[in-house]
T-cell receptor, first 114, second 114 residues
Framework: AQSVTQLDSHVSVSEGTPVLLRCNYSSSYSPSLFWYVQHPNKGLQLLLKYTSAATLVKGINGFEAEFKKSETSFHLTKPSAHMSDAAEYFCVVTATSGTYKYIFGTGTRLKVLA | GAGVSQTPSNKVTEKGKYVELRCDPISGHTALYWYRQSLGQGPEFLIYFQGTGAADDSGLPNDRFFAVRPEGSVSTLKIQRTERGDSAVYLC????????????FGPGTRLTVT
């Protein structure tokens, strides 16, 4: 069975400083991994995805994530936070067979301080 | 192009009533998913359609929940005898090729059972 654990429910950073949102996964199969962002009263938007190609994945808005099989991690980073990055972030795992349903983490709320 | 749309955006109903939530996926997307997001949680899988058939309904919490997709496009999630615990945001997502391409999410329907 697949699962993800987001290690921090809340993260606060100052504008212009780096962002790190942590995610560990568990999967019996070679996983596909995603990060989605959810702004208040908005739908889920894909930031980036890993599907067994390059381990360093670049996404939209300057975000990137590195797949580390030995650590079963897929942490999301951004070099410099912007006020508009304040939102809820979800790490997602899906198997590479079957229904490909998403298994979501519990989310990390990112707060960006001026 | 048009994204996934869901109607209504908000639904308030009394305990014991019947409700229908509609999802209109991206044109040409054969895969359709329903998820439920309770307050402060990540979305949880309910049901998956490939074409007209429900390929996986293992996430439906009980037999009060049912979903259809009669023509392989629009889907309706139906909840009978609603309970206060059904209050949540119901999300719909669609995809072209599950396992290859990501899911695109609608804005959700916020259901409140009073």
């Amino acid at each position: 069975a697949q699962s993800v654990t987001q290690l921090d429910s809340h993260v606060s950073v100052s504008e212009g400083t780096p962002v790190l949102l942590r995610c560990n996964y568990s999967s019996s199969y070679s996983p596909s991994l995603f990060w989605y962002v959810q702004h208040p009263n908005k739908g889920l938007q894909l930031l980036l995805k890993y599907t067994s190609a390059a381990t360093l994945v670049k996404g939209i808005n300057g975000f990137e994530a590195e797949f580390k099989k030995s650590e079963t991690s897929f942490h999301l980073t951004k070099p410099s936070a912007h006020m508009s990055d304040a939102a809820e972030y979800f790490c997602v795992v899906t198997a590479t067979s079957g229904t490909y349903k998403y298994i979501f983490g519990t989310g990390t709320r990112l707060k960006v301080l001026a | 192009g048009a994204g996934v749309s869901q109607t209504p955006s908000n639904k308030v109903t009394e305990k014991g009533k019947y409700v229908e939530l509609r999802c209109d996926p991206i044109s040409g997307h054969t895969a359709l998913y329903w998820y439920r997001q309770s307050l402060g949680q990540g979305p949880e899988f309910l049901i998956y359609f490939q074409g007209t058939g429900a390929a996986d309904d293992s996430g439906l919490p009980n037999d009060r929940f049912f979903a259809v997709r009669p023509e392989g496009s629009v889907s309706t999630l139906k909840i009978q005898r609603t309970e206060r615990g059904d209050s949540a945001v119901y999300l719909c997502a669609s995809s072209t090729t599950p396992g290859v391409n990501e899911q695109y999410f609608g804005p959700g329907t916020r259901l409140t059972v009073t």
